[in-house]
């Protein structure tokens, strides 16, 4: 005899809750004995409210956001844990025409290169004179807010005095882009095919570009609801590994786009979602492909990474947001639970990577790892070269302070 | 500072619903109230009004732009936070449930603000309320009108008094098993489909 599972899960409607659409819409939640509801939600501090009050048992977040409100720095605090990520990848950097024309006079190119495209905006701000050029971000306990300030800094622009940063809700900032409220914004899908197709901007580059494989959007969980139910938790783990499975074949793509682009999920024209599930995007008069741009399945794209919470640990403290300390190094890894990731699918035949941590950075290629089943890992490199080793943290923290 | 001297900002885009909570301010004694229902330039405004206490829906999508706004402590001249006091979670979730958030001036004692919040929770809730009745009415409103073609129907087609008409309706709803709207619905869906006009 099985057991029934009722979660309810909350989502924001962005291209990347794609995994917990499909868990439900093509039947891997039934299959799995769950009932799954799904919240739409229009802002991440709602999401983070209706978990902490338990009006949502789980939901697709931010991947720092559990940290943060972890180590106190965004309230409520109630304990959040991450079991599974939602995938990697998916975001971009998008700016106005006048912006991207400026920047081409400096030799940024359509192949949105991150070191090019930054160094030319680098010199596009050197030589401005009067209001510093604005960006938006989604979030302040973001990867877009901390990918954006990654690639300006390495790119020789101060993100706090060379230009203003500020938060936006996605679906306002191609408006607030082509009312020159802002110069440039670093935000999920759709909002960047958006812009580009109907607002008349540009992209400038992408997360993969600026980070390959990097960490996005989580799956957040009342910790107490996950102590609670780990059998649900388990389920629904699986069912969400299968449906990243279904979303990462080509030839599902045109049907994810076609069930996301639905009203109760994230709405608007399919044609708008399918460039981020093929990679084939719309750069701004011309097309792209971008390898990696989202990955819901391949290269180990769903487990949780301590290296991951780490790293976004490490740019709280780069930015101002916490104080670096053991104590609060610890609370930023424990947020991020591998080992439910592992109970859940090490039985069912899934390929799990056998460390917990990994060197972000390190792979300049794609990569077979030492794991149960087939699995390969990368490339994950940083544009800029870097590294970043989870058993240093203290010398990341150092070297980047001094930058 | 008394009480009543806090300086309070309503934030709502549903105009009825701010007016609501900022006359149940007024009411209990807070004079210095603002209401913002246009989000244009909301951050920019918040500098210039300087609130000690900020109320807002909970379903805001400028709420993330709110807490960013409030970390930057150059954009405020008092840093704000949330309203929440880890040990007093039952209102934390009261506030959730009803709907409402709201974020105060750094320092600022908690027992000075919950009235405030209180106020606001039992606000919006009466809010829902009368919004959920409202609904209603429109529907029996609705339904009425159904009825009221259906009965003509009758009236005309039978010959039958208006009370035998409603007599009629409410025997095949009971001999069905369903709801004398839903008859009389049927009921001019056919005639209209029979003779385009004759519902009218």
Not at chain 1, 215 to 243: M, Q, R, T
Not at chain 1, 321 to 326: E, G, I
Not at chain 2, 41 to 66: F, H, Q, S, T, Y
Request: glycine share 8%; charged share 25%; net charge negative.
């Amino acid at each position: 005899m099985t057991t029934r599972h009722e979660i309810t899960a909350g989502f924001v409607p962005l291209l990347d809750s794609a995994l917990l659409v499909a868990a439900r819409e093509k039947g891997f939640a039934e299959k799995n004995d769950i009932t799954l509801s799904l919240v739409r939600e229009r802002s991440w501090a709602s999401i983070r409210d209706r978990l902490a009050v338990s009006h949502v048992d789980v939901a697709h977040i931010l991947g720092p956001m559990p940290i943060a409100c972890n180590l106190g720095l965004s309230a409520p605090a109630q304990k959040m844990i991450v079991p599974m990520a939602l995938g990697l990848g998916g975001n971009a950097v998008t700016v106005s025409a006048a912006l991207w024309w400026a920047m081409a006079g400096h030799g940024a190119t359509p192949d949105l290169d991150a070191r090019r495209n930054g160094e030319a905006l680098q010199h596009v701000i050197a030589e401005r004179r009067g209001v510093p050029l604005r960006f938006g971000v989604v979030h302040p306990f973001s990867g877009h807010n901390y990918e954006l300030r990654y690639w300006l800094a390495a790119s020789g622009i101060d993100p706090d005095r060379d230009i203003e940063i500020l938060v936006l809700p996605p679906p306002d900032m191609g408006d607030a882009l082509a009312q020159g409220l802002i110069d440039g914004y670093c935000a999920g899908e759709p909002w960047n095919t958006f812009g580009v197709v109907h607002r008349g901007a540009h992209l400038a580059t992408t997360k993969a570009a600026i980070w390959r494989s990097s960490p996005e959007k989580v799956l957040g969980v009342n910790a107490g609801w996950a102590a609670a139910h780990p059998e649900a938790l388990s389920a629904l783990i699986a069912a969400l590994d299968e449906a990243s499975r279904w979303c990462g074949r080509p030839e599902n793509h045109a049907e994810l786009a076609d069930i996301l682009s639905s009203p109760a999920y994230v709405g608007g024209d399919a044609a708008l979602l399918l460039p981020a599930l093929t990679g084939m995007l719309s750069v701004g008069g011309e097309t792209r492909f971008v390898r990696d741009f989202f990955v819901p399945h391949a290269k180990a794209a769903t487990f949780p990474w301590k290296s991951h919470a780490l790293w976004f640990y490490t740019q709280m403290v780069r930015w101002g947001q916490t104080k670096h300390s053991a104590a609060h190094q610890e609370i930023a890894a424990e947020t991020y639970r591998p080992d439910l990731y592992r109970t859940a699918l090490k039985s069912r035949g899934v390929a799990l990577p056998s460390a917990s941590a990994k060197v972000e950075g390190a792979l300049t290629v794609e990569t077979p790892v030492g794991s149960s089943g087939n699995l390969s890992l990368g490339p994950d490199g940083f544009f800029d070269g870097g590294l970043f080793d989870p058993d240093a943290v203290d010398d990341y923290i150092a070297a980047q302070t001094k930058r | 500072m008394s009480p009543t001297r806090l300086n309070v900002l309503v934030i709502d885009e549903n105009r009825i619903r701010a007016s609501i909570i900022e006359e149940g301010l007024r009411e209990g004694g807070y004079d210095q109230v603002t209401v913002i229902d246009d989000m244009h330039g909301l951050a920019r405004r918040i500098a210039e009004i300087n609130p000690d206490v900020i109320v807002i829906d909970l379903e805001n999508p400028n709420r993330d732009m709110l807490e960013s706004f409030f970390q930057i402590s150059r954009a405020v001249r008092r840093p704000i936070a949330m309203f929440v006091d880890k040990s007093d979670e039952a209102s934390i979730e009261a506030a959730v449930d009803a709907g409402v958030s709201a974020y105060i001036v750094d320092g600022l004692k908690q027992e000075r603000v919950r009235p405030i919040l209180k106020m606001a929770i039992s606000r919006f809730n009466a809010f829902s309320r009368l919004s959920r009745e409202l609904e209603e009415t429109r529907g029996e409103l609705e339904n009425r009108k159904i009825i009221g073609r259906a009965k003509g129907l009758l009236m005309r087609s039978r010959g039958l008094s208006e009370e035998a008409a409603y007599a009629l309706l409410r025997k095949t709803a009971m001999n069905q098993n369903r709801k004398i709207v839903e008859i009389a619905q049927s009921l001019v869906t056919a005639a209209s489909l029979l003779d385009p006009g004759a519902s009218e």
